[in-house]
């Protein structure tokens, strides 16, 4: 970032080596954002209950083409919602073998027009 701009906190807030908040790098930042949707559940949040893609409550749901489509339906919905003027949502992959979820967002970033990936691995 250019002298003018601060970095932004990281999230979830931390704290540095001097005791300070901590920051982070713009990509990493999104990257902390994206993850804190995908993994709060609604109702999780007091004072925003509506917050999060409720991606966990459909985790020990029957597998099957209709529950893999509805997954990734919530999961576009909850980024679109909530990070939607950062971010564009190109696709959203969800991987669930045994006891590990995987869940892989290609985005564009609205401010720069680049594109990136995350990606997100869970013990369930």
């Given at each position: 970032?250019?002298?003018t701009?601060?970095?932004?906190?990281?999230?979830?807030?931390?704290?540095?080596?001097?005791?300070?908040?901590?920051?982070?790098?713009?990509?990493?930042?999104?990257?902390?954002?994206?993850?804190?949707?995908?993994?709060?559940?609604?109702?999780?949040?007091?004072?925003?209950?509506?917050?999060?893609?409720?991606?966990?409550?459909?985790?020990?749901?029957?597998?099957?083409?209709?529950?893999?489509?509805?997954?990734?339906?919530?999961?576009?919905?909850?980024?679109?919602?909530?990070?939607?003027?950062?971010?564009?949502?190109?696709?959203?992959?969800?991987?669930?073998?045994?006891?590990?979820?995987?869940?892989?967002?290609?985005?564009?970033?609205?401010s720069?027009?680049?594109?990136?990936?995350?990606?997100?691995?869970?013990?369930?």
């Amino acid at each position: 970032m250019n002298g003018t701009e601060l970095d932004p906190i990281a999230a979830p807030l931390t704290f540095d080596g001097r005791g300070e908040t901590a920051a982070t790098s713009p990509p990493r930042h999104l990257d902390d954002l994206i993850e804190a949707v995908l993994f709060t559940a609604p109702g999780e949040r007091v004072m925003r209950p509506t917050f999060g893609s409720g991606l966990f409550q459909l985790v020990f749901a029957p597998n099957s083409d209709t529950l893999g489509a509805t997954v990734q339906m919530l999961v576009v919905g909850a980024l679109q919602q909530w990070l939607g003027d950062l971010i564009e949502v190109a696709s959203v992959q969800i991987d669930q073998n045994d006891a590990t979820l995987e869940v892989s967002v290609d985005y564009t970033v609205r401010s720069t027009g680049e594109g990136a990936n995350a990606t997100f691995v869970r013990q369930l």
